[in-house]
C-alpha cells in the first residue's frame, strides 16, 4: 500500500504564474519506496486567473472557494487530503531536493514527534539564494522551546513555517491554519508546539521566493496594531492549549 505525504498550496491570481515552479519542485522529490505525494491547490478566490497555471498531472487535485486568504484556503484544501502527513508549499516558493523524503525520515524515525521543519533559503529575484537565519541545532524540538523563543525574538519564530510537515490527524485535531490575516502559519507553528514535540531538519528544504506581490512585503503585513492583535491571538493560543496538559500521542 502506498504512503502519501500531502502537499497543500494556497493560491491567488497574482501568485498563479509560480505554480509551474512549484510543480517541478514536487516533481524531483524523491521519496522512499512505497511512498508519493499528492499536491492540493486551493484558489484563495473563484477566478479564471489560476487554472491554466494547474500543472497536468493526476497526483494534484485543485479547487476554489470564497475568498479568504491563505488559512481559509489551506484549511479547504484539506478535505481533499489523503495523505497521512501534511507539508506546505506556498505558490511561490519552491522545495529543496530531498524535502519530503527528510520530513518522511523524520516524522517515522520518531513516532511521537507530530511535526518536522527545516532551514529555508531566500530565492531572489536574480536567481540566487541567501541563508537568512541558522536555526536551531539539527534534532527534536522539545515542547515550548519554539513559543519561548517566539517571545524573546519579539514576535518573530525562531524556525521557518512556511517549511512545516505535520501529522494530519494532528493538524485536523487542532482546527488547521489559525484564522487570521496574517502569521495563520505562525499560530499554527506555535499550537503544535504547546502539545507536540517537533523535529529540524538543518538542510534547507525550501526556497522562499522574494518579490514584490508576496503578502509579507505589503504594508498590512506589518502594521503596528494588526501585528499586536495577532501576536496576542497566537500567543494565548498556545498558552491555553499548553495549560490543558494534553499532549498528542
Known sequence: MTRTVTVVTAVHAPAARYLPEAHASLADQRLPD?????????EDGETADVAPYVPDDPRVSFGQGRPGRAAMARTLGLSRAVGEF?????ADDRLTPGALARDVAAL???????????????????GSTVAVDDGPPEGPIARGTVLAAWRERGF????????L????????????????PAAEDTGLLL??????PGWFTAEPGLLYRKWPGQATAAAAHTDVRERAARAAVVSDRARALAALEWSAP
Open 108 to 126: 517515522t524515525g520518531s513516532p511521537g514527534t507530530g511535526w518536522t521543519v527545516s532551514r529555508a533559503l531566500d530565492l531572489l529575484p536574480d
Open 86 to 90: 501534511v507539508r506546505v508549499l506556498d
Open 156 to 163: 518573530l519564530p525562531p524556525v521557518h513555517p512556511a517549511t
Open 34 to 42: 512505497g511512498w508519493d505525494w499528492q499536491w492540493v491547490v486551493q
Open 165 to 180: 510537515c505535520v501529522r494530519r490527524d494532528l493538524l485536523l485535531a487542532l482546527g488547521g491554519w489559525a484564522a487570521l
Open 191 to 196: 499550537a503544535l508546539d504547546a502539545v507536540s
